[in-house]
Structures are given as structure tokens and as C-alpha cells.
């Protein structure tokens, strides 16, 4: 099957025209066309995302399985709830939420990634969803320490649907946090899945897993047109959800594992 060639005024074509798992590009859908607000979020509506390398066409993905992180599934081990209640009592150390997203997806396109020898998150890419956000459509989660971000998330919201595009961590669990509280955020706004478009073993052990393509884009036909959190915002009563303390009472040394350099998250 050949993949379609768009133009900026071409309608997407149906998501079950996509390569399938038995070929070389499983879940390329089509190429071709540009990057504006209003193609984005129509590609985002229906299970559709942008992912191509330098030198390359913009491509468009529907991926079956679907890798899916249900909020209420969200995997909190011993370990990174440890992690996670230190942070929340510790001063210096903050959850931001669209503070600087520029910065956020900078740091997710140059951090260098274990078995990547380059990024997906090309210069075009980078101003594509810098204008989302300023359009309050694209979203980004950060990990503060004494001043300075170490880690962090961006993803794109439509309706009560989010989307995760990508991660880094520049301290050890710096993006695990931004993440949880992403996934605080969702309980607390009746979000129910973020996709994650990609079936990676870490989003696996945090609680993500994979669904077949019918099953999310009728869950996205029932979420996309729904009205959207009034307002994206760190709220500290979040961290309740996810069974923390509430940061009431605070500890004068900095958390465990958030000290020293991390390896990078994908």
C-alpha cells in the first residue's frame, strides 16, 4: 500500500490506510504539507501526529497498538513515591506548570538519549508547537530545583484528551515527576488517558500500555469536543490524588536522587 501525499489543503486520509505491522514504517500514514496550528490539532483530533528526522518530509503516524498512560493506572512505586513526597516537602524544589516552554522543548530536542543519535523534534518542529502553546493548546510540565529546571514534560491538550510529545531530565527522576504530576493534574480534571503515542518498556513501568487503534479513536471521538480544563495550573492539592502528604510541612535537605546528574528520559 502506498502512503498518500498531502498538501496543505488536503484532508487527512483515513487512519486505516496506514502501513501496517508487517512493513518497514508501521503506522506511516502519509507525508508531505505543513506544520500550522490549524493541521496540527485536525491531525490530533484523529490519532494522527507528526515524527520525521532532518532532511525528511513532514511524516504522519497513526500507530496501532496505541501506547496509552491511563491516569488511574499511573504505576507509583515505593521508590518513586519516596521520591515524590521528599520533592513535595522540600524547599526550592517546585512543579511549573507553562512557565517556560520554549526551554522545555529545547531541552527535550538536545538532551541526549540512550540509543538515539539524533531527534525527531527538528527546528520546525520546535516553533510548530511553540505557536500551539501560545495558542493555550500546547502545555508544558517542569521540574524546578532551587531556580533552575531540570526536567520536564510538553504535551498538547484538545478537550479532555492530553497528549504527551516528550520528556527530559538533566537530575535523576526529574521527568518521573513532572509526569506524576501531569498525571495528578488528569485526576483532577477528568482526564482519563494521555497518549504516548510510542510502546517504550519505561512508560511500561509507569503504567502505560498499548490499544488498538479502534478503541482510542473512539475514545477520542467521545473526548476531543469536550470542553477543556478551565485553566492549566499546578494546584499543590493535586498531589492528594495521587496519596501525598500535602507540602505543609517541609524538610531542610534536598530529596533523594534529585542531587546529581541523571541519565536521560525518553
Not at 490519532?47 to 520525521?52: A, D, E, K, L, S
Not at 498531589?239 to 531542610?252: F, I, T, V
Amino acid at each position: 500500500m502506498q502512503i498518500t501525499w498531502l498538501t496543505d489543503d488536503m484532508p487527512f486520509p483515513s487512519t486505516a490506510r496506514a502501513l501496517g505491522e508487517d512493513s518497514d514504517a508501521p503506522g506511516l500514514l502519509a507525508a508531505g504539507g505543513g506544520l500550522s496550528p490549524e493541521r496540527l490539532c485536525e491531525a490530533y483530533r484523529h490519532g494522527i501526529f507528526p515524527w520525521y528526522a532532518p532532511g525528511q518530509p513532514v511524516l504522519w503516524w497513526s500507530t496501532s497498538p496505541r501506547m496509552v498512560l491511563p491516569a488511574a493506572e499511573f504505576k507509583l512505586s515505593r521508590s518513586l513515591r519516596k521520591t515524590l513526597q521528599r520533592f513535595v516537602t522540600t524547599p526550592g524544589c517546585e512543579i511549573r506548570f507553562d512557565h517556560d516552554f520554549r526551554a522545555v522543548i529545547q531541552a527535550c530536542a538536545t538532551t541526549p538519549r540512550d540509543g538515539q543519535p539524533g531527534t525527531w523534534i527538528v527546528p520546525e518542529m520546535i516553533e510548530a508547537y511553540i505557536r500551539l502553546h501560545r495558542l493555550g493548546v500546547a502545555h508544558s510540565v517542569e521540574t524546578w530545583i532551587d531556580g533552575r529546571l531540570v526536567g520536564g514534560l510538553y504535551c498538547l491538550n484538545l478537550g479532555r484528551m492530553v497528549y504527551g510529545e516528550s520528556m527530559f531530565a538533566h537530575r535523576t527522576d526529574a521527568s518521573k515527576i513532572a509526569l506524576a504530576a501531569l498525571v495528578a493534574f488528569c485526576r483532577a480534571e477528568q482526564v482519563r488517558l494521555i497518549d504516548c503515542q510510542q510502546d517504550t518498556s519505561h512508560l511500561a513501568s509507569l503504567g502505560a500500555r498499548p490499544v488498538p487503534r479502534a478503541e482510542f479513536e473512539a475514545h477520542l471521538a467521545a473526548t476531543v469536543a469536550a470542553p477543556e480544563p478551565p485553566r492549566w495550573a499546578y494546584d499543590p492539592q493535586h498531589w492528594r490524588l495521587l496519596g501525598l502528604a500535602e507540602p505543609s510541612a517541609r524538610e531542610p535537605s534536598p530529596p533523594s536522587g534529585l542531587a546529581a546528574p541523571a541519565s536521560p528520559a525518553p
